[in-house]
């Protein structure tokens, strides 16, 4: 079948790729690359990915191009799923002969939920969906193909066998030539990464067990599986030598530092390709691992913080304490290497005085950027049964992750501790980390040495300023 896989009209600046960590509008317009989509188009024939919002096109300018396909798959979160419903029902006004599905952890952990939303929505790809989605395409009869969710004529829902999990990960096509093929590498920007860069996965899975995080709970897995160092060395080889505009290589694994000696060797093969990289670690790599990741090229770590007080990482089971990132972070500055740091309000155990605790944290540790976010209880997650069982959410139900123009809510209340005062703690978090002085004179020495970086700051500057006064709205 004529496969379009899709991610649909959506918010301004809406991050649909970073699935597990940030799913909504950021405080700056960014968008991470779709590689949950790009990789099933590579194993499907003829097809196309399509990414709409980051195209910037619209509801009538993506229907007519869905016109020239066949089946439609849609990838979906719980954030996006209402305006998502929304497209599939447009497309099946339009041609009701369309075949549409959804893929993502949302459709994954509520499959039945899913189907129920929409007469529009066909089927539904639970577990990892890649041969999911290339079984489909080549018109395998829907009873045959495991993984797989889907109404019967009469309009039951039928649930086919479970799929097993993808071992060998070499397998799997480079999803790089994809992104070259379908999308516009320069309309991918993240305010910490190189522009243009570009973001693939070295494997799958997280050994961590943090219980608010999506992907491990629902699709990937708490076995981190992944490719050989000598296919990853090999993708990145094919994108120095295919797509030269790229100034940045990510890693977008949950913790690509997980298995060092693994991370090292790659290091090693980076260095001799001579290419710049980043990637996600935790805050507990020993500075010999650093060391050898900075003298072949990585620039920066995205790093998981997530608070600053010892016991709500201890009730997330982050696995990590502020002591070793505390040194994790000095080993990082004496190398160069820069970080940007992810820091979550309102997890179990938040207080105003765990607020205060972890921006003085944060301002300690002073990473170059930082992400505020709020926490969200993503169905299928730890968090959000604990949610459940003790009453956070507002009539035990998840209310909306987003609002209507895409930002981020607060979904969980304490009896001590209202969701809008979790709320309006993130912008006196930015407030208060980006409006010292000592920050001030980072960013503009960081801008004096170079116009494009002045550019690009002063740009940024306007969004976040926007971000605060609508926040604060």
Same mark, same amino acid.
């Given at each position: 079948?004529?496969?379009?896989?899709? !991610?649909?009209?959506?918010?301004?600046?809406?991050?649909?790729?970073?699935?597990?960590?940030?799913?909504?509008?950021?405080?700056?317009?960014?968008?991470?690359?779709?590689?949950?989509?790009?990789?099933?188009?590579?194993?499907?024939?003829?097809?196309?990915?399509?990414?709409?919002?980051?195209?910037?096109?619209?509801?009538? !300018?993506?229907?007519?191009?869905?016109?020239?396909?066949?089946?439609?798959?849609?990838?979906?979160? =719980?954030?996006?799923?209402?305006?998502?419903?929304?497209?599939?029902?447009?497309?099946?006004?339009?041609?009701?002969?369309?075949?549409?599905? #959804?893929?993502?952890?949302?459709?994954?952990?509520?499959?039945?939920? =899913?189907?129920?939303?929409?007469?529009?929505?066909?089927?539904?790809?639970?577990?990892?969906?890649?041969?999911?989605?290339?079984?489909?395409?080549?018109?395998?009869?829907?009873?045959?193909?495991?993984?797989?969710?889907?109404?019967?004529?009469?309009?039951?829902?039928?649930?086919?066998?479970?799929?097993? #999990?993808? *071992?060998?990960?070499?397998?799997?096509?480079?999803?790089?030539?994809?992104?070259?093929?379908?999308?516009?590498?320069?309309?991918?920007?993240?305010?910490?990464?190189?522009?243009?860069?570009?973001?693939?996965?070295?494997?799958?899975?997280?050994?961590?067990?943090?219980?608010?995080?999506?992907?491990? !709970?629902?699709?990937?897995?708490?076995?981190?599986?992944?490719?050989?160092?000598?296919?990853?060395?090999? *993708?990145?080889?094919?994108?120095?030598?295919? #797509?030269?505009?790229?100034?940045?290589?990510?890693?977008?694994?949950?913790?690509? =530092?997980?298995?060092?000696?693994?991370?090292?060797?790659?290091?090693?093969?980076?260095?001799?390709?001579?290419?710049?990289?980043?990637?996600?670690?935790?805050?507990?790599?020993?500075?010999?691992?650093?060391?050898?990741?900075?003298?072949?090229?990585?620039?920066?770590?995205?790093?998981?913080?997530?608070?600053?007080?010892?016991?709500?990482?201890?009730?997330?089971?982050?696995?990590?304490?502020?002591?070793?990132?505390?040194r994790f972070s000095a080993d990082c500055r004496q190398l160069g290497i820069t970080i940007h740091g992810t820091f979550?309000?309102?997890?179990?155990?938040?207080?105003?005085?765990?607020?205060?605790?972890?921006?003085?944290?944060?301002?300690?540790?002073?990473?170059?950027?930082?992400?505020?976010?709020?926490?969200?209880?993503?169905?299928? =997650?730890?968090?959000?049964?604990?949610?459940?069982?003790?009453?956070?959410?507002?009539?035990?139900?998840?209310?909306?992750?987003?609002?209507?123009?895409?930002?981020?809510?607060?979904?969980?209340?304490?009896?001590?501790?209202?969701?809008?005062?979790?709320?309006?703690?993130?912008?006196?978090?930015?407030?208060?980390?980006?409006?010292?002085?000592?920050?001030?004179?980072?960013?503009?020495?960081? #801008?004096?040495?170079?116009?494009?970086?002045?550019?690009?700051?002063?740009?940024?500057?306007?969004?976040?300023?926007?971000?605060?006064?609508?926040?604060?709205?």
């Amino acid at each position: 079948m004529k496969t379009l896989f899709l !991610q649909a009209p959506s918010f301004d600046g809406f991050d649909g790729g970073a699935g597990s960590r940030y799913q909504a509008k950021r405080e700056i317009k960014s968008f991470w690359y779709p590689t949950w989509l790009a990789q099933p188009a590579a194993m499907v024939p003829g097809s196309r990915l399509l990414d709409a919002p980051a195209d910037e096109l619209g509801v009538q !300018q993506t229907l007519e191009i869905a016109d020239g396909y066949e089946l439609i798959i849609i990838h979906t979160s =719980t954030p996006s799923f209402a305006t998502d419903v929304k497209f599939a029902e447009a497309l099946k006004a339009r041609k009701p002969g369309f075949l549409i599905g #959804m893929v993502g952890a949302k459709a994954a952990v509520e499959p039945d939920a =899913t189907l129920g939303a929409s007469p529009a929505i066909d089927f539904v790809c639970r577990e990892e969906f890649d041969y999911t989605c290339k079984e489909v395409a080549e018109g395998r009869p829907l009873a045959d193909v495991t993984g797989l969710s889907y109404k019967l004529a009469d309009g039951t829902i039928r649930h086919n066998a479970p799929r097993e #999990m993808i *071992e060998n990960m070499d397998e799997l096509p480079f999803v790089a030539p994809i992104y070259k093929r379908d999308l516009k590498v320069e309309n991918y920007f993240i305010g910490y990464l190189k522009h243009p860069y570009v973001s693939i996965y070295t494997g799958r899975g997280c050994r961590s067990r943090c219980t608010f995080c999506l992907w491990p !709970q629902t699709v990937g897995g708490h076995r981190y599986r992944t490719r050989s160092a000598e296919s990853v060395l090999a *993708e990145v080889k094919w994108i120095k030598e295919n #797509m030269p505009e790229v100034k940045e290589i990510m890693f977008d694994d949950d913790t690509f =530092t997980d298995l060092r000696p693994r991370a090292e060797e790659i290091a090693r093969g980076l260095g001799k390709l001579g290419v710049t990289w980043s990637c996600n670690a935790k805050a507990n790599v020993p500075y010999s691992t650093l060391k050898i990741m900075k003298e072949n090229g990585l620039r920066l770590l995205l790093v998981g913080y997530e608070s600053g007080d010892d016991q709500i990482l201890l009730n997330i089971k982050k696995g990590l304490r502020t002591d070793i990132a505390r040194r994790f972070s000095a080993d990082c500055r004496q190398l160069g290497i820069t970080i940007h740091g992810t820091f979550i309000l309102g997890l179990p155990g938040e207080t105003q005085e765990t607020i205060e605790k972890t921006i003085r944290y944060a301002q300690d540790i002073n990473p170059h950027t930082i992400q505020v976010s709020l926490a969200a209880p993503y169905p299928g =997650t730890a968090l959000y049964q604990q949610a459940l069982e003790n009453g956070w959410l507002k009539d035990r139900k998840v209310i909306s992750l987003v609002n209507e123009e895409g930002v981020q809510l607060s979904a969980l209340s304490y009896p001590h501790l209202s969701r809008e005062e979790i709320y309006h703690s993130v912008e006196v978090f930015y407030k208060r980390f980006y409006f010292r002085p000592s920050k001030i004179w980072e960013i503009v020495r960081e #801008m004096l040495g170079s116009w494009e970086m002045t550019k690009r700051r002063l740009r940024e500057g306007v969004e976040f300023f926007h971000f605060l006064r609508s926040h604060e709205a």
